[in-house]
């Protein structure tokens, strides 16, 4: 049974820092490529980075230079690092297993979500 579980979220003051974590059990991460979402209350869910089986990253607009996603294949884990945060960074943060491995398509397993605040 594929389970993915996020951790690291919190309450941050703008301009703080946050790292999340997203730990996979029940599948090896490493052939596939992982996205981590954001939902704030009252919105869409919103793709905000992923990176490939190879390690190719990509970033939403909102986030680029501010947030950077790693992985760890021998940790089975993807970490979502977030610098300079800002009160519109505000949701609960999910990581998703993708599709495929050097594509990013989201696919059917998510996480529980953690939620992240950040205060002005």
């Given at each position: 049974?594929?389970?993915?579980?996020?951790?690291?979220?919190?309450?941050?003051?703008?301009?703080?820092?946050?790292?999340?974590?997203?730990?996979?059990?029940?599948?090896?991460?490493?052939?596939?490529?992982?996205?981590?979402?954001?939902?704030?209350?009252?919105?869409?869910?919103?793709?905000?980075?992923?990176?490939?089986?190879?390690?190719?990253?990509?970033?939403?607009?909102?986030?680029?230079?501010?947030?950077?996603?790693?992985?760890?294949?021998?940790k089975n884990t993807v970490t979502?690092?977030?610098?300079?945060?800002?009160?519109?960074?505000?949701?609960?943060?999910?990581?998703?297993?993708?599709?495929?491995?050097?594509?990013?398509?989201?696919?059917?397993?998510?996480?529980?979500?953690?939620?992240?605040?950040?205060?002005?």
């Open positions: 049974q594929v389970q993915l579980t996020e951790s690291g979220g919190g309450l941050v003051q703008a301009g703080g820092s946050l790292t999340l974590s997203c730990v996979a059990s029940g599948t090896v991460l490493t052939i596939y490529a992982m996205g981590w979402y954001r939902q704030a209350p009252g919105k869409q869910r919103e793709l905000v980075a992923f990176i490939t089986s190879g390690g190719t990253t990509n970033y939403a607009e909102a986030v680029q230079g501010r947030f950077t996603i790693s992985r760890d294949n021998a979502l690092q977030m610098n300079s945060l800002k009160p519109e960074d505000t949701g609960v943060y999910y990581c998703n297993r993708g599709l495929y491995a050097n594509s990013y398509r989201p696919g059917d397993y998510w996480g529980q979500g953690t939620q992240v605040a950040v205060s002005s």
